[in-house]
């Protein structure tokens, strides 16, 4: 089993940046194993999100509420995904997760509240 964390959430004002971190950890043939790690994101009453992520097939993809704001990378070793998010606006106000996951498994983090206010 993969575990995953999530840090780097808080408030910020609108026009503000914030930068997520995802880390996933685990037994090493867990870990090696993942071949998807995405961010998503949760607004109270509402349904789950896409935000950005990679795909089993390598390709980065991005939401289109996102697109030209959000950035998605990930580190060499493929277990720790980053979401570079500028030009921030109260709509993005939510809980941001990030989903892991192989051909095995699938686990989600805690999650990391984001608010945009002024």
């Known amino acids: 089993q993969v575990q995953v964390a999530e840090s780097g959430g808080g408030l910020v004002q609108p026009g503000g940046s914030l930068r997520l971190s995802c880390a996933a950890s685990g037994n090493f043939r867990a870990v090696n194993s993942i071949n998807t790690m995405a961010w998503y994101r949760q607004e109270p009453g509402k349904h789950r999100e896409f935000v950005a992520g990679f795909g089993r097939d390598g390709r980065m993809r991005v939401a289109d509420s996102v697109k030209g704001r959000f950035a998605v990378s990930r580190d060499n070793t493929k277990s720790t995904l980053h979401l570079q998010m500028n030009d921030l606006k109260a709509e993005d106000t939510a809980v941001y997760y990030c989903?892991?996951?192989?051909?095995?498994?699938?686990?989600w983090g805690q999650g990391t509240q984001v608010t945009i206010s002024s």
């Open positions: 989903n892991v996951a192989s051909p095995y498994d699938s686990s």
